[in-house]
């Protein structure tokens, strides 16, 4: 049960910062952005969404860190998340990856299971 909690702070987190992109790319928000247009943002369904989606990471982090160390749910959390907004990024905003961030990606995962192997 403590990795599904793990694994729902993952996906809501990356989910969040999906909805939130989508929220934005759809928003007419520019260079000149002022008071009233950040408050009319939380209109938007993909944006509050998000925020929504935020919350429910953060639940899903408090509980997965009271029954799992620190330092292996917050790098797996990290690592996860970001995994998973790569991945999105490129299937729903055609947003480019290139080779770099794929080696930088695997020294992380590398490192995330070092961590969390040395953490036993």
Not at 103 to 110: K, R
Request: net charge positive; proline share 2%.
């Amino acid at each position: 049960m403590k990795w599904f909690i793990l694994l729902l702070a993952i996906s809501s987190n990356a989910f969040a910062s999906i909805l939130i992109k989508k929220g934005v790319s759809e928003s007419s928000f520019g260079n000149k952005v002022n008071l009233t247009e950040y408050f009319v943002m939380f209109l938007n369904y993909s944006i509050f969404s998000g925020i929504v989606f935020y919350f429910i990471s953060f639940v899903s982090y408090a509980i997965a860190l009271s029954v799992l160390p620190l330092n292996v749910v917050h790098p797996v959390t990290t690592s996860g998340a970001i995994l998973l907004v790569l991945v999105s990024s490129c299937l729903f905003f055609d947003e480019k990856v290139s080779s770099s961030m794929i080696i930088g990606f695997a020294f992380i995962i590398a490192g995330v299971f070092l961590v969390t192997k040395g953490s036993h």
